[in-house]
């Protein structure tokens, strides 16, 4: 008897409206757009089944499609990356979903892996962040970077990109960098 392995599929959302960096998606690194970098090196993950991109903008799509990936269109409305990818998993296989931002062109394939796997050995589990040690003091009080609060058992309690921890007077407490690749049961 063979058991049961959950479907795995990478959503890759990108949108060519950033507010900090407009047209991100699509800027050339080395001749290839950056949304091509980042679906190419989520091809690389071990035991993932799909990967697609998740976009509402059509110059997105037919630039992964000319480069031979899937995309598919979704809402231009939506808030949150994960409400696109939880849009776009409306049409597409999968048990376990994997989130990797649109602007991780140096992704390390196994860090979709670090995700996946534990919602795929643990049925129970419904959400991985991969998370990393700040690497600075300034990185604390930056608001580009959304930090991850966690309980002594590693659980995180709140993301924010406020200061963290905001005392009176500096505590050296761990205090995390959210990456941007999360898993989700479907």
Do not use: W
Not at 67 to 83: F, K, L, P, Q
Not at 84 to 109: F, K, N
Not at 110 to 125: F, I
Not at 132 to 143: F, Q, T, W
Request: hydrophobic share 45%; glycine share 6%.
């Amino acid at each position: 008897m063979t058991a049961f392995r959950p479907i795995v599929t990478v959503v890759i959302p990108a949108r060519m409206a950033s507010s900090r960096y407009p047209g991100k998606p699509l800027v050339e690194i080395l001749g290839i757009p950056m949304v091509e970098h980042v679906r190419r090196r989520a091809l690389l993950a071990e035991g993932v089944d799909h990967v697609v991109v998740a976009t509402c903008d059509e110059s997105i799509k037919s630039t992964v499609e000319a480069h031979g990936g899937m995309a598919v269109m979704t809402r231009d409305t939506h808030e949150r990356c994960t409400d696109r990818v939880a849009e776009a998993m409306l049409t597409l296989p999968g048990d376990v979903v994997a989130i990797v931002q649109g602007d991780e062109p140096l992704l390390v394939p196994s860090a979709v892996n670090r995700v996946t796997q534990p919602l795929v050995d643990d049925p129970e589990l419904k959400c991985v962040n991969l998370l990393s040690p700040l690497e600075s003091d300034a990185d604390r009080g930056n608001p580009d970077i959304v930090k991850a609060v966690c309980d002594r058992q590693g659980n995180v309690i709140f993301l924010t990109r406020a200061s963290v921890p905001h005392f009176r007077e500096l505590v050296d407490v761990p205090v995390y960098r959210r990456t941007g690749i999360m898993a989700f049961r479907v």
